[in-house]
Structure formats: structure tokens, C-alpha cells
């Protein structure tokens, strides 16, 4: 009769194994361990205004508030005018360290916007980006007035407008391949796994609607996997900006899919930041980040009596004009030159920047742009389609060659549908709504998510979700249903384990007691 008794702990672990599997009991610790890096002073700072030439710097507070330890593999911004650091690369749970980012007001007066991006170990959402942003005020002393020059200076400023003007919207396909070799080698170069894919729209006007999406492959010194792989898609609409992540990976590893994304207010610098787009070699948008067309730019060397001259010199066998303006500083003259076209609606055919010392003429700096290909995508607008930059990295000791290819410019297409700058979000990502304050998930929610969600609110279009209350599971990444059902499953396993345990011991006892009888 004492032997069915023992049959009752195996079958209680049956049970619970038959009841965690259908999911017939409630959730047990749903925490699950991992860091998380939060900015308790915000990720935005507005400098107000700097001269040109002038410094200005801004410390990010970076806590960690997970319950692991939050390694920070790197930490970068995107021009040689701006750099940043970071007090310490890893924090305990709890711990608080800088990120230090400087900004030298550019030769330039523009409003301005620089990123730094901090990319740690935070599973789902490894990417974290600061924005300085302030408007830089005329600094630098000219080094003569533009008087003589003034007249085909304002001419020439009011042809270029006319050309910007002809653009109306513009759809690129394009890539951008990175090639380094050592500084100051004349040697042959060697390619990098750095690259850009974009699709990109612009409605032509500096400062407006814009989309691009596009695969990156960008330098990440994160231990064993020097490189990470981004799929992204980045829209704004005129008033909010979408950024959504589709899938991220390592060099080590494939390629995940993420799906999670933002909404802000504005634009995000990565509209004017795209490489393989050939904006920065189009008369166009090569002043885009500062918010100016080409045009104004000479306008406010006119204004600013800013040494700028104009020649005719040919470029790449061709007749050009040449602009050239030069900036003093305390310590430096820089020699900013563009070769135009007149011939192509002043396209920029080259340009060059040229940074020595004041004190003894020494070289610093120089970067140089080629354009080597232009295609006339509509009447009169023209477009880069082939183009190479060359610029020395001080930080990593090389020289870089940056190549732009494009495969498909279309230019002032008259069935062009605006909708595509509204990045529309599809269902199973996890959004943080910066406009309204809000975290939400878009989509039917899977299976144990139900009990983080809360009251129905509407997002920054208007439109109604779900919001999403703090979780410690990872919510951006597909896996995150499987790590909330792994952690709902462990204290059950405990439970089944430890009741076939008891039925062991008492079967042998039983066993033994026989065996003595």
C-alpha cells in the first residue's frame, strides 16, 4: 500500500511540468539580469552659441541601472570638429561615470548639431547617442575684405541659388566603401569592412523633409568583433522624426533582428549624416548640416567680409570656377577652395580645406573631395553619381579614402509620393516616443508581456497604443518573448526537480526497507 504513495511526488512533478507548458501557472521571477545605461542629466544640450574657433565642451552623466555590469566599448562623434570620452568604460551596478563631448566652433556661421554615440553592452539597445546642439557666431578674424571681389562674389552666390532652386525632390541609391592606409604613406590602399548602403529621399529644400534607409557597417572595438552591422530606417516628416532599428550584428555574429526604434521632435542628425547618399557632394546639400544652402554661405562671406576670391581654373579637364576663402584663428589659417561648374548648373566638381600654422606656415590638415561623375537627373540639376573624399584619422593614425557610387539619381519626379518621409512603424517593435514621454509596442503583444502594459495613450502622430511600463526584459530584441518564458520557466523546473528528488529518496528508503525485511 506504501508504494502508491510514492508514485505521488512523481506525479506532482508531472503536473507542474505539464502545467508550466501550457503556461497554466502564473508568471514566478520575471527579472532577468542584464545592464542598462540611463542619462540622468538627459542626452541633449544646447551650447547656446560659440565663436568660430572657440571650444565648448558638455559632460554627459552615463549611470548604470542594471543589475551587471555596463561595459562601454567605445564611445565616438561624427566630424573632426567635435570629440568625446568617457571617464570609465565599465560600471557596476549603480555606478555613474562622463562622457566628456567637445565641440570647436567650424569656420562657418551655422546652427549646429554633433552626436555622440556610445556603444555598450546593453542587450537590445547597445547603441546610445548624446546631441550637443548651438548656433556658431562669426569668431575668426578675415584675413581681407572682399571688396574688390564682392560683385562676382554676390553674381555668383545668385546663379548657385538659381541652381538650388531648380531641385525639387531627389531619390539617390547609393554606396560609400572605405579604403585607409598609414599617414603620411604614399602606398597603395587597402579596403576596410567599413560600408554604406542607402536609399535616400529629399525634397530639396536644406532643412526639410528627408528619409533615408540604409545598412552600415561601422568600426566597433568591442572585444572580439571589431565591427557592427546596422539596419535602419530614419525619417522626418516635417515635424517629428522616426528612427526604427531593424537588425543589428557583430562581426562575430549574424545578423538579429532588433525592432526597436524612437520619435522625436526635429530632425536626427543621420537625415544630413549619410554618406552614401552624395549629399555632401552635391552643390545642393553640401552645407546641409549647418542648415545652409551653398548660396548663403557665400551671402555671408559677402556680409561677414570674409577673404573669399573667385578665379576661373579648370578642374578635371574642364573650365571651372574656383572659390577660395580663408579663416584665421589665433593658431591656424584655413584655405577652404571649391571648384564649380558652370556649365552643370555650378555643380561642385572639387574641394579642398587647407589648415596650417599661423606661426611658422606649417602643414596641419587637408582634405580633399573629387567629383568624378555627374549625371543631369532633371533639366538642369545635376547630381553627383561618383566621388571620392581623402582625409587623415589623427585618432587612428591612418589616412582615409571614402568612395561614393550611385546607381540610381532621380531628380523632380512629378508623381513623387511625400508619404515616404513617414517612417510607419510595423506591428512587434518597441518605440520610445520622446514627444510624448511614452514607451510603447506596436502590435498584438506576446504571450506574458500582457502584464507590462498599462493604459491606452496616443504617440506623437496621434495615434493610439499600449504604453509600456518599465520591464526587465528585453523588449527591442525578437528573443525577448523566449528570455520572459525562460525566466517563467525556471523556479518551475526548481519545483519539478526538487519533487522528483523527494519521490528518489523515497523509493530508496522503501527499497531498502524491503530489501532488510
Request: proline residues 5%; contains cysteine.
Amino acid at each position: 500500500m506504501r508504494s502508491k504513495y510514492l508514485l505521488i511526488p512523481f506525479a506532482l512533478a508531472i503536473v507542474v511540468l505539464i502545467v508550466e507548458a501550457v503556461g497554466l501557472l502564473p508568471s514566478g521571477n520575471t527579472e532577468v539580469s542584464g545592464p542598462r545605461a540611463e542619462f540622468p542629466g538627459g542626452d541633449t544640450f544646447d551650447f547656446g552659441s560659440v565663436k568660430q574657433g572657440e571650444w565648448t565642451t558638455h559632460e554627459f552623466s552615463i549611470h548604470n541601472a542594471g543589475d551587471e555590469p555596463l561595459k562601454i566599448f567605445d564611445v565616438q562623434t561624427g566630424c573632426g570638429c567635435s570629440s568625446a570620452e568617457v571617464t570609465k568604460d565599465e560600471l557596476a551596478p549603480g555606478e555613474q561615470a562622463k562622457v566628456v563631448v567637445r565641440y570647436e566652433g567650424r569656420p562657418v556661421q551655422s546652427q549646429e548639431l554633433i552626436q555622440a554615440r556610445v556603444v555598450t553592452n546593453q542587450v537590445g539597445d547597445a547603441v546610445h547617442i548624446m546631441q550637443m546642439t548651438g548656433y556658431v557666431r562669426r569668431g575668426l578674424v578675415a584675413s581681407g575684405i572682399c571688396t574688390a571681389s564682392a560683385p562676382s562674389l554676390s553674381e555668383l552666390a545668385g546663379l548657385v541659388a538659381a541652381s538650388e532652386k531648380r531641385l525639387l525632390n531627389v531619390e539617390v541609391e547609393g554606396v560609400m566603401s572605405l579604403d585607409i592606409r598609414p599617414a603620411g604613406s604614399s602606398g597603395p590602399w587597402e579596403r576596410s569592412p567599413v560600408l554604406e548602403r542607402a536609399h535616400w529621399w529629399f525634397n530639396g529644400s536644406i532643412g526639410s523633409k528627408a528619409r533615408v534607409d540604409r545598412y552600415q557597417i561601422l568600426p566597433w572595438t568591442g572585444g572580439d568583433a571589431p565591427f557592427v552591422h546596422i539596419r535602419e530606417s530614419v525619417g522626418f516628416d516635417g515635424a517629428f522624426s522616426t528612427r526604427l532599428e531593424h537588425e543589428f550584428g557583430t562581426s562575430d555574429n549574424a545578423m538579429r533582428e532588433v525592432h526597436g526604434g524612437q520619435i522625436i521632435s526635429g530632425r536626427f542628425g543621420t537625415l544630413v549624416d549619410t554618406r552614401g547618399s552624395g549629399m555632401q557632394f552635391s552643390i545642393y546639400f553640401a552645407e546641409a548640416s549647418s542648415g545652409n544652402s551653398f548660396s548663403d554661405e557665400l551671402l555671408a562671406a559677402i556680409k561677414n567680409n570674409v577673404d573669399c576670391r573667385v578665379y576661373d581654373e579648370p578642374k578635371n579637364g574642364r573650365a571651372s570656377v574656383k572659390v577660395e576663402s580663408t579663416f584665421s584663428s589665433d593658431t591656424l589659417t584655413v584655405k577652404v577652395r571649391h571648384w564649380l561648374d558652370p556649365d552643370r548648373g555650378y555643380a561642385i566638381v572639387g574641394q579642398e580645406t587647407v589648415s596650417t600654422n599661423k606661426s611658422d606656415g606649417k602643414f596641419v590638415y587637408r582634405k580633399t573631395m573629387d567629383i568624378e561623375e555627374l549625371t543631369e537627373a532633371a533639366p538642369g540639376v545635376w547630381y553627383p553619381t561618383k566621388a571620392t573624399l581623402i582625409a587623415p584619422n589623427k585618432e587612428r593614425g591612418v589616412e582615409e579614402r571614402y568612395t561614393y557610387t550611385a546607381s540610381k539619381v532621380i531628380a523632380n519626379n512629378p508623381d513623387f509620393d511625400e508619404s515616404i518621409y513617414r517612417v510607419h512603424i510595423p506591428d512587434g517593435y518597441t518605440i520610445v516616443d520622446k514627444v510624448m514621454g511614452i514607451r510603447y509596442r506596436t502590435g498584438t503583444p506576446p504571450q506574458g508581456l500582457e502584464p507590462y502594459l498599462q493604459e491606452s495613450a496616443v504617440n506623437a502622430y496621434g495615434e493610439p497604443v499600449r504604453k509600456l511600463a518599465d520591464s526587465p526584459i528585453d523588449l527591442v530584441s525578437d528573443a525577448a518573448p523566449d528570455a520572459f518564458a525562460a525566466q517563467r520557466r525556471r523556479p518551475l523546473l526548481w519545483l519539478a526537480g526538487i519533487l522528483a528528488i523527494i519521490a528518489a529518496v523515497l523509493a530508496w528508503r522503501h527499497h531498502k526497507k524491503g530489501a532488510s525485511a
